[in-house]
């Protein structure tokens, strides 16, 4: 098995648990929260807008940029 096959198995994985508890959120179980309200909550704070906006541009500049 390749180090590519090793990878790209993580961000499958990753991404599939992201969706589960995008559901599971959805659904309404009680630990879970949507992306959306998690997202609501955090930009509350000036702290919290600082660390969202830090996530984007660092996904920005890691996963996007070319």
Same mark, same amino acid.
């Given at each position: 098995?390749?180090?590519?096959?090793?990878?790209?198995?993580?961000?499958?994985?990753?991404?599939?648990?992201?969706?589960?508890?995008?559901?599971?959120?959805?659904?309404? +179980?009680?630990?879970? +929260?949507?992306?959306? +309200?998690?997202?609501?909550?955090?930009?509350?704070? +000036?702290?919290?807008?600082?660390?969202?906006?830090?996530?984007?541009?660092?996904?920005?500049?890691?996963?996007?940029?070319?």
């Amino acid at each position: 098995m390749t180090a590519y096959l090793v990878i790209l198995g993580g961000f499958a994985g990753l991404l599939g648990a992201m969706l589960v508890v995008e559901l599971l959120g959805r659904a309404g +179980r009680e630990p879970f +929260r949507p992306a959306a +309200r998690a997202l609501d909550v955090a930009l509350v704070s +000036r702290t919290g807008r600082w660390v969202v906006c830090g996530i984007w541009l660092w996904i920005g500049f890691h996963f996007l940029a070319r």
